[in-house]
């Protein structure tokens, strides 16, 4: 059976890994059809900035207009959402593609070539790791000034460490294998050796961790936005909402549901999310088990 | 017991992240919510002292958690070779 196929089955075998696709195929079309079902009003300048309709602090109740209400100042909860998809799937794709890459660069140089160099990047490493993720990339983006590309540039800078740990180990385990040896001694150059022999054997548990990662990143990325060190007000993005919405969890005395839209809507679009990519990470792990029999 | 003690050392790095999310939701006025006003004023020498504060933390948690070891499980030896 063809690897595609063998993939394609287990995917679609397990609930689960079967939840988890349509959850992100359900995001990829909502991204990809936002000016569809968000139609961004006529002579709005930015299409990522929300809309707003007044200047009122207090949200207010999902209505023909606005589908899920709007939250504090008066912004569209639902072209928010909506909108805020791709800016979700903006930050996680690019905060992992270039973790990925630094991550492999150094972390296969390190495992491949040991000694000083391995040394000196592992002690780099374990001076970024010490530092918990959230505060560093607080830190980073309060000296950087609040802004996407800074929330970006926070995130890789907090994540790179641990894919480059991750695949240095797995380069130190294959490269002692025979293989390896058996290039070398046919006159492979080392970077020859590192691309085409050692990294398609090490690099699938750092594939998985980096599917797994990809709801952390948006999640980090919405605590950043939530606690105002994200996207320029009014930018469509499910951590601004959230922030919107802190003062209005609970209403007033008496009816404190109130103003559940508010909070909840965002929320869970987050939530769904962050699960989908979970669930879909998962079941590359267990996809590229080899462990796994292929029947 | 040695595994639960590796992971509690973990577990304390991460709730260092969340008491910046807690303290603000809840507006209880710790070092948390200290922390977030500093990031939102751009006090950056505070944050950067909040975030060195946390990994000085960590660090001396982790060499707690490598005594512990030695409590734990008398087998454990700390300080490389055996004599």
């Known amino acids: ?295 | 017991m040695i595994p639960v003690i590796t992971v509690s050392g973990y577990l304390f790095a991460a709730l260092a992240n969340g008491v910046v999310i807690t303290e603000t939701i809840f507006t209880y006025k710790g070092i948390g919510w200290w922390a977030w006003q500093a990031a939102v004023n751009l006090d950056i020498a505070s944050v950067l002292g909040f975030a060195l504060f946390n990994a000085g933390l960590f660090v001396l948690v982790n060499l707690v958690v490598d005594i512990l070891y030695t409590r734990v499980d008398p087998r454990v030896r700390l300080g490389g070779a055996i004599q």
Not at chain 1, 60 to 85: A, L
Not at chain 1, 149 to 159: E, K
Not at chain 1, 241 to 270: C, D, E
């Open chain 1, 1 to 295: 059976m063809s690897d595609w196929k063998f993939m394609a089955r287990q995917l679609t075998r397990n609930p689960l890994s079967l939840m988890g696709i349509i959850i992100i195929v359900f995001f990829v079309i909502i991204a990809i059809f936002a000016p569809l079902i968000a139609p961004t009003p006529e002579g709005h300048r930015d299409a990522y900035m929300i809309p707003r309709d007044g200047y009122s602090a207090t949200p207010q109740p999902p209505s023909e207009e606005h589908r899920f209400g709007t939250t504090q100042g008066q912004y569209d909860i639902f072209y928010g959402v909506i909108w805020g998809t791709r800016s979700a799937f903006h930050v996680g794709l690019v905060v992992i593609g270039v973790v990925l890459a630094i991550g492999i660069l150094l972390g296969s140089v390190a495992g491949y070539f040991g000694g000083v160099l391995d040394e000196v990047i592992m002690r780099i490493t374990d001076i970024f790791m010490a530092f918990p993720g959230l505060i560093l990339a607080m830190a980073i983006v309060a000296v950087l000034g609040p802004s996407l590309r800074s929330v970006m540039i926070a995130l890789t800078v907090v994540a790179w460490p641990s894919y480059a740990r991750l695949i240095r180990g797995d380069i130190l385990q294959v490269r002692e294998e025979d293989f390896i040896e058996a290039s070398r001694g046919l006159g492979a150059s080392s970077g020859r050796v590192i691309i085409r022999h050692a990294l398609p054997n090490a690099i699938y548990p750092t594939l998985v961790m980096a599917s797994l990662d990809i709801g952390a990143i948006v999640l980090a990325a919405s605590a950043l936005s939530f606690l105002g060190l994200g996207a320029p007000e009014g930018y469509a993005d499910w951590g601004q909402l959230t922030s919107f919405a802190r003062n209005w969890i609970v209403g007033p005395p008496g009816n404190p549901l109130k103003y559940w839209y508010a909070v909840t809507i965002p929320g869970l679009f987050i939530l769904f999310f962050v699960l989908g990519w979970n669930l879909l990470g998962d079941a590359f792990r267990d996809i590229l088990d080899p462990r796994l029999a292929r029947r």
